[in-house]
DNA sequence: CATAGTTTGTGTATGTGAACGCAAGTATTA
DNA sequence: TAATACTTGCGTTCACATACACAAACTATG
């Protein structure tokens, strides 16, 4: 593991390579070679050696990767190989689709708490947690929870984010549109669907 | 309108102008510097500057950008001055967050028709569209859609996507993971949520 | 054991985007 | 009108990411 630089964009890529070998350990693959892998994502074989050169290489020449070991080796550069436990703040439509969501758990992630103001929804269990108001948002720092998911209205967004690293939460998955301010070591990646949406029609012709 | 060569990211950025925009003018203001729209939105002012540059610069120096004009020319590039019609198709948890999205209006965008496989589903009414059975994608072309969003499952994706090119449809929002073969004048936009949130735990300290 | 065929790992060239500085234009004030 | 303060537009420099080529390492086969 040499960890010199690696760039954002090779972290970036990480998971999807994880979501591939996945599939490919599924299928029965033991081992795959980088143009396999690549042209099963779409991108370029030497792209994908490049970022795995990164770490010090994880393949052997000849024969390609075990799928099992580059998993696990990946899943140790993106801090996946323990248990993340999240929180859930906003139980609309949207946080209902994150509950819902298959591919969290593959990632070692587990929903262990979620939190809405309307008082219709607080009491009710979904998929096994109880939902709670969010004013018990400050008891998570003792649950070992320091993760988050942000589904709330966008005018709500910054007092929830507050609320979250008060109690020691690290990491917030974002899915309101706008800015909000954090500090330096709280690390904030935003989902805007709508803003996502609206480049479709620059690059469609007609 | 230069138009010369427009960086991807620049366009990655403008809805993300749009939507400060918005709000700015709902504040009542009526011009604003590249500074002061920098710190909203949380980057530095040439880089909104210069992005606005590729087109031409739409500010006044010594006064800053009219807002109002801005955000018509900023649509204009988006192609997002004319309403877009959208097809949906998977009507799931996620399916109905879109539905539900207040985001899309604002851009442009009508969900004017859904589709779903579950038979429970099809024929009841959703924010006054009627789900219709996904055999029934092929008279899109007939009705002027030519955008969809994909939110079915990965196993389904590619066939999902297939039909809906074969009506005419030019881009596609896809939530599910997982890589489709498209021709090359399709645009397709993917969000997987689960690999964004895997990207977290690698940047958080501890 | 030698040879042919694979496949990785990585140094380098090329391309693309971000950061910066500053001239040029605009408002304001005396 | 002249001087000052402000803000844009854009050329240039620097940093980062991609594309590529090729040596090194491994397997298979006769």
Redesign the pocket.
């Known amino acids: 593991m040499?960890y010199y630089?690696?760039?954002?964009?090779?972290i970036?890529?990480l998971p999807t390579y994880l979501g591939a070998l996945w599939f490919l350990l599924e299928k029965g693959d033991v081992?795959?070679?980088?143009?396999?892998?690549a042209e099963f994502i779409g991108?370029?074989?030497?792209?994908?050696?490049?970022?795995?050169?990164?770490f010090?290489?994880?393949?052997?020449?000849?024969?390609?990767?075990d799928i099992e070991t580059l998993t696990k080796e990946i899943k140790k550069i993106l801090k996946l190989d323990v248990i993340h436990k999240a929180a859930l703040v906003g139980v609309g439509n949207l946080g209902l689709a994150v509950l819902a969501y298959p591919g969290f758990k593959n990632y070692g992630f587990e929903i262990a708490a979620c939190f809405d103001n309307d008082p219709k929804k607080i009491g009710t269990r979904i998929n096994g947690t109880i939902i709670e108001d969010v004013s018990k948002i400050r008891t998570l720092g003792k649950r070992g929870i320091n993760i988050a998911v942000l589904a709330v209205p966008r005018s709500v967004a910054q007092q929830a984010a507050d609320d979250l690293i008060d109690v020691g939460v690290k990491g917030i998955l974002k899915f309101s549109p706008g800015y909000i301010t954090v500090p330096k070591k709280v690390k904030v990646i935003t989902i805007d669907i709508a803003m996502a949406f609206a480049r479709l029609p620059y690059y469609m012709p007609g």
């Open positions: 040499r630089k690696v760039p954002g964009e090779t970036r890529r081992t795959v070679s980088s143009t396999g892998l991108v370029n074989p030497w792209q994908i050696r490049k970022d795995f050169s990164y010090g290489g994880f393949g052997k020449r000849g024969v390609g990767y």
